[in-house]
């Protein structure tokens, strides 16, 4: 993709894959037909077909007057309907026969066990819920939890949804610095955290990147502080808080406030094409209806199912499809906290095999890695129990979705790879399992409600076979209601380019059986092991370094991780510039951001190459970063010297 916004497509693939018949024949929709019959329906009475959904999936202790609000970009769903996401996700499985049934069933990396019940997972919520209202947190305050994946990073989630409380999780990978930006934008009062995580055998210093956080944060009254590691840590007293004093000595029991269905229910930063990320407000009665259906129906939940997506919590699909999808389906959810080969390689298909796991969704990065690392790894464990897999996160090459079916689906689970966004809340593109043929690499057809269009620089439908922006059309309830702070941007970011539609910001192509082949990011963000990351945040974090003068960040195809950073830099005239330099601009990123951040490659110039007007040409950077011949235009460069020098 260039930056002259045309969008070449070039994928072709052939092979076409069908659901076996018995999968079909006990799938919640069995047939193409059936799909279509139900797309129609919401495509033309979206009200309609949301209102009946909502009455279906949900729980409303007061019933909504009307089902849509829209002025545009503004929407309200279910208005006038009072809901709580916490009471949809355990209260009404306790009043059924899903009390003792395990809600959670968690794994640490150590390999200690954990399993709570929907009853049990209720009283823990209760008690975290009683222990946040005990440091004076109240509905609409912002909580940050910045958690290792536990089964208390769910607790703490749903129990800030129980009394309207907003939650901001922030990925416990994420550095102190960038822990402080995202705190201090949603201005939270409480931040929630471990005295680390395990990662690789070895501890995340979680307490401490918030004590160092803190010194930034003056909004915060209060710490909770989990013992999961163990180590010493500082506990500053009035401040700072252990989790087992108290939370376990609260009352198990704190009614669920009905609150008004566009109550907001969390904020999720994430990154757009500046330095600062988003804070993505979600509300609650739309949010939870997408999570809910697009749980049932794209992993064709099954009563008896173990349901393993191996997000964090940290990100939106460990959001929908580890905590409120499943759960509010009454669902039995898998949890894994630590890294997929630890000790070796096999962990994820041991786990697979000991817990029996019968679906599981996963990102593309990680099933290179595992392509990678040897089918002998899978192949020695029993994987029978899998009935379907999902991917999410990033476009997934036709070979890696090859493997995933026959190495780890025993060519035998239908595979749905999924698109959709933090922005979105719930799944947009996916296969049905029961119903949709599948071909590797395309994300197949609209989910229910979702009426997506490819558009040109102009906003008119391209034909088919052609790339295009992906815009979505029509409002749907889980979509994002503004960026916290800034409506403004909200307005500009996905409404102002094509007026009268969402803009993903993806690049995509729609085949001749109305198949979408996503292509990838087509602003300034890119996609690193399925991590969303602004070029700009990464440029911003190199030249807050006091040797680095200019930078400019590019993404290059990486076997692995989908894509990779390559920085260039020029430095301020009196830098030294050594030997070392490299390595400590690339742990001053990892310190600004976070490992994920962590630059593949730095290179130093004399200067950056720049159209006359004093715009870093980043096309020409790409080129040079992957190696490839500059066929491009550069007659608007201004000094050529400096694109020789780099390459
Ligand atoms: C990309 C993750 C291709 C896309 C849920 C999107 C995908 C961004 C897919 C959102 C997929 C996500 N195929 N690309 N199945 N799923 N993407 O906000 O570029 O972390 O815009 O949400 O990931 O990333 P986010």
Excluded at 582 to 593: A, F, N, P, R, W
Aim: aromatic fraction near 10%; proline fraction near 6%.
């Amino acid at each position: 993709m260039s930056e002259t916004g045309e969008i070449s497509s070039i994928l072709n693939e052939q092979r076409l894959f069908s659901p076996s018949v018995g999968f079909s024949e006990n799938s919640q929709i069995g047939d193409l037909e059936t799909y279509r019959n139900i797309w129609n329906y919401s495509k033309n009475d979206p009200e309609g077909f949301w209102g009946r959904k909502a009455e279906e999936m949900l729980d409303w202790f007061q019933p909504w007057t009307k089902v849509l609000e829209w002025d545009e970009p503004h929407a309200k769903w279910f208005t006038g309907g009072r809901i709580n996401a916490s009471y949809n996700c355990l209260d009404r499985h306790v009043k059924s026969y899903r009390r003792n049934k395990a809600a959670i069933i968690w794994e640490g990396e150590p390999g200690d066990k954990r399993t709570l019940t929907y009853q049990q997972l209720l009283n823990e919520v209760c008690r975290c819920a009683n222990a946040m209202k005990s440091l004076g947190v109240k509905k609409g305050d912002r909580v940050t939890i910045y958690l290792p994946l536990t089964p208390e990073l769910s607790i703490a989630t749903l129990a800030c949804a129980r009394i309207g409380a907003i939650h901001s999780v922030v990925f416990a990978g994420f550095s102190s610095h960038a822990l402080a930006e995202r705190n201090n934008d949603a201005e939270s009062k409480l931040i929630i955290t471990a005295d680390g995580g395990w990662r690789k055998g070895a501890i995340t210093p979680l307490k401490q990147n918030v004590d160092e956080c803190l010194a930034e944060s003056p909004t915060v009254e209060n710490v909770i502080v989990l013992k999961r590691t163990g180590q010493d840590i500082t506990m500053q007293p009035g401040r700072d808080h252990w989790w087992h004093d108290v939370v376990d000595s609260k009352s198990h029991i704190c009614e669920a406030l009905p609150l008004d269905s566009e109550h907001p229910l969390f904020l999720l930063y994430t990154s757009g094409s500046t330095g600062k990320p988003k804070g993505i407000l979600h509300t609650t009665g739309g949010y939870l209806l997408g999570a809910t259906l697009s749980t049932k129906f794209v992993f064709d939940l099954k009563e008896n199912d173990v349901f393993w997506c191996t997000a964090d919590v940290g990100w939106i699909t460990g959001h929908s499809y580890l905590v409120y999808g499943p759960l509010s389906n009454g669902a039995t959810t898998f949890m894994y906290e630590g890294a997929p080969n630890f000790p070796d390689a096999g962990r994820f298909w041991k786990m697979i095999e000991t817990y029996q796991i019968n679906t599981f969704y996963t990102a593309p990065t990680a099933i290179r890695a595992f392509l990678k690392a040897g089918s002998q790894w899978p192949n020695s464990y029993d994987l029978s129990s899998l009935r379907l897999l999902g991917t999410v996160g990033e476009p997934i090459n036709p070979e890696a979705w090859m493997w995933y079916r026959e190495v780890i689906g025993g060519n035998r689970c239908p595979i749905v790879d999924t698109w959709w966004q933090t922005e979105t809340g719930s799944i947009m593109i996916t296969p049905l399992p029961g119903s949709t043929p599948t071909v590797p690499g395309s994300a197949t057809l609209p989910f229910f409600g979702v009426v997506p269009e490819i558009v040109d620089a102009n906003g008119k439908p391209v034909p088919v076979g052609s790339g295009g922006y992906l815009t979505i059309k029509q409002p749907w309830p889980s979509m994002l209601r503004t960026i916290h702070g800034d409506d403004e941007r909200y307005k500009r970011t996905y409404w102002s380019k094509f007026p009268g539609r969402y803009f993903t910001g993806d690049g995509a192509r729609m085949d001749k059986n109305g198949y979408y082949w996503i292509m990838g990011r087509i602003d300034d963000v890119i996609n690193v092991s399925g991590h969303r990351l602004s070029t700009m945040e990464v440029e911003s974090a190199l030249v807050s370094h006091p040797s680095v003068a200019e930078a400019a960040v590019v993404g290059i195809p990486h076997e692995i991780k989908g894509e990779a950073i390559v920085c260039f830099v020029s430095l301020d005239s009196y830098a030294e510039r050594d030997e070392a330099l490299e390595d400590t601009l690339k742990s001053h990123v990892t310190e600004q951001i976070g490992a994920l951040a962590r630059p593949e490659s730095i290179r130093i110039a004399e200067t950056l190459p720049k159209t006359r007007s004093g715009k870093i040409m980043r096309r020409l950077l790409r080129d040079v970063a992957s190696g490839r011949d500059s066929g491009g235009d550069i007659s608007t460069l201004e000094d050529t010297q400096s694109l020789e020098s780099l390459r």
